[in-house]
């Protein structure tokens, strides 16, 4: 069974792309094997837009086995080759980008000048960044290190990587996890959210157009219990890699430990946000909305925790809650819409829950409701700021991932670096000054795997991605996560056979090996 749903050719012009399944296996388009189906929902109708066949078992073991078979081949080719198959995936995904950003927008609720002008240009240029770097894989340079040898060290794939993506980025964590794994030589089946695989698929689809072999990238569309924990389990993947919550990566890591793959895990976030007295008001204020509300606050690094020096709380309280009432809500579609809707209603509430509690402990300045106007069938929120909570209440030590800010004062330089470092989360934070010196004891001492000074939020593709604590390990983008996607293996030339006698003489003596009846 398929059914393309109800969208618009306007609203989803690549939806004849996915007509003969969801499943991306070796090359081609199937249906999935569960007898199962699940829909597509626009968050901002509720409206089911696609319908598909979820991934059973069988199905990722059709795709694991699609990528082993096409691993040697890929492995095996030089450089060059696979840098200029990724540069035509590039050229291909430019091509259709519009396809991409409107079939994100569809499926996450996203502004479309938001999927136009960052998540697509995004995973274009973060194509042709490892499209370059698939030519720049090197080991160590070779030396004589111990007398008579000559070593040194290669840097190879590690064979079948599977990998889970989220539902918040779905066509960036595709594009994060696919690219660096292929660049350097290996092959992939990737699962991404249930609710969110309509370009996955695409991605999967664009790059078989563009020449990559069958088997290369591969994409099952399950769910996580069953063809997740299936993928992560498999004993044909060498190595997982897993973004989402902090709890599903504890299971994730507890299944990839059974067969002792290859882990890396981008996990939850709790980004503080910490404005000194120093720092320019206005700029933070708008630095805050914007870094609170991307992506309607579903963002691992959304700033989250604002911690403001007390000479300037009560106007920075004042004036985020001006600035955050101006933000419009509305179609994703429509030109002046700047914030869309949670990714379901199931979201939505669960974000309605933390503010509805935090109101017996703190204040909501503003927002901390659902909008009315025409938005009642949407998973609408209103843009959020809460005041004066504890720091040790659910709401500050919690990840919401909705359009929901804390503000919280500190006084000394000491107490705010210290709460910013106050949750088991790191991965991300920013610092908001006009002197150098708190700049750099802030970059040096805030544990987290980005911290941004006077801005918050840009990525490039040539900068590493990944946290600390229990926001996981590993890196996405940059040569960073080109590494982790390869093995190291030392190589080690004896430069003269002499030396082999004496060697064996100094560790078993010199002694004759005789034979008799």
């Given at each position: 069974m398929h059914n393309p749903g109800t969208a618009t050719p306007e609203r989803f012009p690549a939806q004849d792309r996915l007509a003969d399944g969801a499943q991306f296996i070796a090359g081609r388009l199937v249906k999935g094997t569960s007898g199962r189906h699940h829909a597509v929902v626009d968050p901002a109708t509720g409206e089911e837009v696609y319908t598909y066949e979820l991934?059973?078992?069988d199905d990722v073991d059709a795709a694991v086995a699609a990528a082993r078979a096409a691993f040697p081949g890929w492995a095996g080719a030089t450089p060059g080759e696979r840098s200029d198959a990724l540069h035509r995936f590039a050229a291909v995904l430019a091509e259709r980008a519009e396809e991409f950003a409107r079939a994100e927008s569809l499926q996450c609720g996203k502004p479309l000048k938001l999927t136009r002008e960052f998540d697509v240009p995004g995973t274009i240029d973060n194509t042709a960044f490892f499209a370059g770097?698939?030519?720049?894989?090197?080991?160590?340079?070779?030396?004589?290190?111990?007398?008579?040898?000559?070593?040194?060290v290669r840097r190879e794939?590690?064979?079948?990587?599977?990998?889970?993506?989220?539902?918040?980025?779905?066509?960036q964590m595709a594009a994060w996890k696919i690219l660096p794994a292929i660049a350097a030589g290996n092959t992939i089946v990737l699962k991404p959210a249930e609710p969110t695989?309509?370009?996955?698929?695409?991605?999967?689809?664009?790059a078989t157009d563009a020449g990559l072999p069958d088997g290369v990238v591969n994409v099952v569309t399950g769910t996580g219990k069953e063809a997740g924990e299936h993928l992560v389990g498999h004993p044909d993947v060498a190595m997982t890699s897993f973004t989402g919550?902090?709890?599903?990566?504890?299971?994730?890591?507890?299944?990839?430990?059974a067969t002792v793959k290859r882990l890396h895990l981008e996990l939850g976030g709790k980004a503080p946000f910490v404005v000194f007295d120093d720092a320019d008001l206005e700029a933070a204020v708008h630095g805050a909305v914007a870094g609170a509300l991307i992506n309607t606050g579903q963002d691992c690094t959304a700033a989250t925790r604002a911690y403001v020096q007390r000479p300037l709380y009560e106007a920075f309280v004042e004036r985020t809650a001006a600035l955050m009432e101006t933000v419009r809500l509305g179609d994703p579609f429509a030109p002046g819409t700047d914030l869309g809707p949670l990714i379901s209603h199931v979201q939505r509430d669960r974000v309605a829950g933390f503010v509805e509690r935090a109101r017996a402990y703190a204040r909501v300045v503003t927002g901390g409701?659902?909008?009315?106007?025409?938005?009642?069938?949407?998973?609408?929120y209103r843009p959020t700021l809460i005041a004066d909570a504890a720091q040790d209440s659910e709401i500050v030590q919690s990840e919401i991932f909705g359009p929901v800010l804390v503000v919280l004062p500190f006084d000394s330089d000491d107490e705010g670096i210290r709460l910013a470092n106050d949750t088991p989360y790191g991965l991300a934070a920013s610092a908001w000054t006009g002197g150098v010196y708190r700049a750099n004891?802030?970059?040096?001492?805030i544990k987290a795997g980005c911290v941004?000074?006077?801005?918050?939020i840009p990525i490039i593709s040539e900068m590493p991605h990944g946290g600390y604590k229990a926001s996981g390990f590993g890196k996405d983008m940059s040569a960073y996560s080109f590494e982790e996607y390869t093995q190291v293996k030392h190589v080690m030339f004896d430069n003269t056979a002499v030396a082999r006698k004496d060697w064996h003489r100094t560790i078993f003596g010199d002694r004759q090996r005789t034979t008799g009846q």
């Open positions: 991934a059973g078992t770097a698939a030519r720049h894989l090197q080991g160590q340079a070779a030396g004589e290190y111990s007398g008579d040898h000559t070593s040194y794939p590690i064979g079948v990587v599977g990998s889970i993506a989220p539902w918040n980025y779905p066509l695989p309509l370009t996955s698929l695409l991605f999967a689809r664009a919550s902090t709890a599903v990566g504890r299971r994730v890591a507890e299944l990839a430990t409701e659902a909008p009315r106007g025409g938005l009642e069938k949407g998973a609408y004891r802030a970059t040096r001492e941004w000074v006077n801005d918050h």
